[in-house]
């Protein structure tokens, strides 16, 4: 695998009407990851994050490719200006799909969906199911609150030592891109499995 052929997941909110700091840091990171050659994964949706991270890649040349259930369709909530779409029977299929066809994870600030990703994710690295890297983008300290519930699972014997490096927590875009490389470039010790 080559840097320059990267697919990347991206898990992100749907929502509307978010502070301007989360859609610029998503776009961003969109543009970040086209620059790069890297195709955008994500659940499609043609509002909030989604949406931006999209635009971003598409607005800088690159690819955003969506993966969605059949009955998000029906509703009209995907977003048309996508590369391609790729419809799945169900919510359980579309994580699937996306695991199955990318090389990384970035998670953006979201609600229930969001984290429910992101933490299905992290349980499937933990398991050595899926073994690739997570970046939680935490703009403006969205997910500290999380951070810090992981850190006191680690010290209360809820997750093994070396789960702290399960996911990393970075503050910009740009340090996003930059986590993902080096992780991708470099040959860590592997992480214990939970059993």
């Known amino acids: 695998?080559?840097?320059?052929?990267?697919?990347?997941?991206?898990?992100?909110a749907s929502s509307r009407d978010l502070e301007k700091d989360y859609v610029d840091a998503a776009y961003q990171l969109g543009a970040l990851m086209a620059q790069r050659r890297w195709t955008c994964f994500n659940g499609a949706g043609?509002?909030?994050?989604?949406?931006?991270?999209?635009?971003?890649?598409?607005?800088?040349?690159?690819?955003?490719?969506?993966?969605?259930?059949?009955?998000?369709?029906?509703?009209g909530w995907h977003y048309d200006r996508l590369t391609r779409i790729i419809t799945t029977a169900?919510?359980?299929?579309?994580?699937l799909t996306l695991a199955q066809m990318t090389q990384a994870v970035i998670a953006l600030p979201g609600g229930c969906g969001t984290m429910e990703e992101l933490l299905e994710a992290i349980t499937w690295r933990q398991l050595n199911?899926?073994?690739?890297?997570?970046?939680?983008?935490?703009?403006?300290?969205?997910?500290?609150?999380?951070?810090?519930?992981?850190?006191?699972?680690?010290?209360?014997?809820?997750?093994?030592?070396?789960?702290?490096?399960?996911?990393?927590?970075?503050?910009?875009?740009?340090?996003?891109?930059?986590?993902?490389?080096?992780?991708?470039?470099q040959s860590p010790e592997p992480i214990e499995s939970k059993y």
């Open 46 to 75: 043609c509002e909030g994050l989604m949406r931006a991270v999209s635009d971003g890649a598409l607005d800088a040349g690159g690819e955003a490719i969506g993966v969605i259930p059949q009955f998000m369709v029906d509703n």
């Open 129 to 185: 199911l899926a073994p690739k890297p997570i970046v939680v983008l935490n703009t403006l300290g969205f997910y500290n609150h999380l951070a810090a519930m992981l850190t006191t699972a680690i010290e209360q014997g809820f997750m093994r030592k070396s789960h702290h490096r399960l996911v990393q927590f970075v503050d910009t875009p740009e340090q996003a891109i930059a986590a993902i490389e080096q992780e991708l470039q």
């Open 90 to 95: 169900d919510m359980h299929e579309r994580k």
């Open 1 to 12: 695998m080559t840097l320059n052929t990267l697919n990347i997941c991206v898990f992100g």
